[in-house]
């Protein structure tokens, strides 16, 4: 199916388990999830059960980092399905709380407007997050959630590529872990996910030009429209030459 990475989820199942439903703000973010935090530029991440990386995927949709509502809902899936082994556990945890909201509507819709369904045999990008969780590898450049200041952070200050401590979490974890994905469709969410894989990758497949689908953001529309045709080129180059 896949692999579960690194100890962290070990050192982390029980206290997360041991949390009553419903979580308020004060189980998540406090010192027992803390992984670590910069006084100086605000920024603080918390441990997120996102360990689970599906090796065989052949997309890999990168956000920026889960916000709280998704860190929230991916605990929540924990205590859930305690009963489960740790990899169907943290599968479940990718499939339910990965860009989960309006987010993921968005972005359902973007996918099902550049064809990928077509490419990848499956009738909607939605079965993505279901039925065909095994064709896709969701995850974030920094994949434990950051918080700028007590509040999501959004890619944008301080600057990932500038921030040393940011840049670590990009290197020895997406970096790291989309390794084990042989020749797979990167698609960055987002122009501050974009720059940070421009850096860090030259030969990659990373489709360029697709927007953040937050319903924060105002221009998605209008940016995904002026940039379909190019991107559907690149999708139908990515699979002519990977088929």
């Known amino acids: 199916m896949g692999m579960v990475t690194e100890a962290k989820f070990h050192i982390y199942k029980e206290k997360i388990v041991s949390l009553d439903l419903p979580l308020s703000d004060h189980d998540l973010l406090n010192s027992t999830f803390l992984l670590e935090k910069d006084?100086?530029?605000?920024?603080?991440?918390?441990?997120?059960?996102?360990?689970?990386?599906?090796?065989?995927?052949?997309?890999?949709?990168?956000?920026?980092t889960p916000?709280?509502?998704?860190m929230k809902k991916a605990y929540t899936t924990v205590i859930e399905n305690r009963h489960l082994n740790d990899e169907e556990l943290l599968h479940n945890v990718k499939k339910s709380a990965s860009f989960e909201g309006t987010m993921r509507k968005n972005l359902i819709a973007m996918l099902d407007?550049?064809?990928?369904p077509r490419y990848l045999g499956i009738s909607s990008s939605n079965d993505l997050f279901g039925s065909a969780s095994h064709l896709v590898y969701t995850t974030s450049i920094l994949p434990h959630a950051v918080f700028f200041n007590h509040?999501?952070?959004?890619?944008?200050?301080?600057d990932?590529?500038?921030?040393?401590?940011?840049?670590?979490?990009?290197k020895n974890n997406f970096i790291k872990d989309t390794s084990r994905i042989e020749h797979p469709l990167i698609i960055p969410l987002g122009v501050n996910v974009s720059k940070v894989l421009d850096h860090c990758y030259k030969n990659k497949h990373t489709l360029k030009?697709?927007?953040?689908?937050?319903?924060?953001?105002?221009?998605?529309?209008?940016?995904?429209?002026?940039n379909l045709q190019e991107m559907k080129r690149q999708v139908e180059n990515y699979f002519l030459i990977n088929s």
């Open 209 to 226: 030009g697709f927007p953040h689908p937050s319903g924060s953001n105002g221009h998605r529309h209008k940016q995904f429209q002026e």
């Open 151 to 158: 509040r999501n952070f959004n890619g944008s200050r301080p």
């Open 39 to 64: 006084e100086k530029k605000k920024l603080e991440v918390y441990y997120t059960p996102f360990d689970f990386i599906n090796e065989k995927a052949k997309v890999v949709i990168a956000g920026i």
């Open 67 to 70: 916000g709280f509502h998704q």
């Open 160 to 170: 990932i590529l500038k921030t040393e401590m940011l840049l670590e979490y990009v």
């Open 113 to 116: 407007e550049l064809d990928l």
